[in-house]
């Protein structure tokens, strides 16, 4: 009952900050998979009809390597940059997670998960930054 009065009133709580979170994850997911989607039928219509080939192993082109290369190449329409895309869209949902996270732990004044919070994202941002 007190998450329910917690929601009414727009005050800061576990339960609301949980109800917030959880549809942000629904929300990056649906997104992500729409985006995916999206790119695999443009794919497949582009695509559909080559024979493939699998004796040699090409990996990525080198414009899908970058983020930046990844935002051109979709913004361009280009099919394998919008699955791309959607991948790196799905990587950003738990990142936006935690940054929420803090964000709501800071509006509580849970200085203590704050800190807790910003250390997870630390990591978190240095093991997809790092350089290989």
Request: aromatic content about 8%; charged content about 15%; cysteine-free.
């Amino acid at each position: 009952m007190a998450a329910e009065t917690d929601t009414n009133t727009g005050a800061w709580s576990d339960a609301r900050l949980e109800i917030i979170i959880g549809n942000l994850l629904r929300i990056g997911v649906a997104a992500s998979a729409a985006v995916v989607l999206a790119g695999g039928v443009l794919y497949l219509l582009k695509y559909g009809g080559e024979k493939a080939d699998y004796r040699t192993f090409l990996g990525e082109p080198e414009n899908l390597r970058s983020l930046s290369g990844i935002v051109r190449s979709a913004a361009a329409g280009h099919p394998a940059g919008i699955i791309q895309a959607g991948l790196l869209l799905l990587i950003a949902t738990p990142i936006a997670r935690v940054i929420f996270s803090a964000f709501g732990f800071l509006q509580e004044r849970d200085y203590r998960y704050v800190l807790i919070t910003l250390i997870v994202l630390a990591v978190l941002l240095y093991s997809i930054l790092k350089p290989a």
